[in-house]
């Protein structure tokens, strides 16, 4: 089975609102790690990494944590907008190996 | 979609006939993938390569082929194709391979087998 799960499957926010979400991973060994965005019948697009010497990093409206402890990955996104509306999925990058993917949450942003 | 494009980007075809998919990279990365995606299953890797005329086998790989002979080029052939095939299915590239592996999407192929 697949070793990065998501808690959520589908979150639904009021537009203007904060996101938050969740990605569980279980391989001690991985160093870094990605969020995508996929929007309906595009491919995922890079959103933002971080490699496992850092707990946090910043980008345009979104910031990822890691929390290496409880092998947890979140993506924030701020003030969050009708466009944002996809499917987010992380993927870990165990050391030395392939990329291994979440199944993705849905997210819906209400105007 | 990153400098990358994939073709066809929708195709319907019969069980047992040969499917061949193309990905075109401008962006000259050493390493690309090909990937199916399946509600429920996330991305699956098929096969992926290395450099010209250096691929390997990923998780689903069965019923599959791929071919590089160009940098630019990597194909995905299904040999005898299975309704089990149809799926949408992604080229990937990036520039480095086992950490801090970045992978960008092309579009996608949308396949059917009827």
């Known amino acids: 089975g697949e070793s990065v799960g998501l808690h959520l499957p589908t979150l639904s926010v009021q537009e203007g609102d904060n996101s938050i979400i969740n990605c569980a991973y279980s391989n001690s060994a991985s160093d870094y790690f990605i969020w995508y965005k996929q929007e309906s019948g595009k491919g995922p697009q890079f959103i933002i990494d971080?490699?496992?010497?850092?707990d946090k990093r910043q980008g345009q409206r979104v910031t990822v944590l890691l929390n290496k402890t409880v092998k947890h990955l979140s993506l924030q996104i701020a003030a969050t907008q009708p466009g944002d509306s996809a499917v987010y999925f992380c993927a870990e990058n165990p050391l030395g190996e392939k990329l291994v993917f979440g199944k993705g949450t849905k997210l819906t942003v209400n105007p | 979609d990153a400098g990358i494009t994939q073709s066809p980007r929708h195709k319907v075809t019969e069980t047992g006939t040969p499917v061949t998919l193309r990905c075109h990279q401008t962006?000259?990365?050493?390493?690309m993938y090909w990937y199916r995606q399946d509600p429920g299953h996330g991305l699956r890797l098929i096969h992926y390569s290395y450099g010209v005329k250096d691929t390997d086998k990923g998780e689903v790989s069965d019923g599959y082929s791929v071919s590089r002979s160009k940098t630019e080029d990597f194909l995905l052939t299904l040999e005898s194709a299975t309704s089990s095939q149809t799926s949408v299915y992604f080229c990937?590239?990036?520039?480095?391979?086992?950490?801090?592996?970045?992978?960008?999407f092309g579009s996608g192929t949308q396949l059917s087998v009827l």
């Open positions: 962006e000259n990365h050493r390493y």
């Open positions: 990937a590239i990036s520039e480095s391979v086992g950490t801090n592996e970045k992978l960008f």
């Open positions: 971080i490699r496992s010497n850092m």
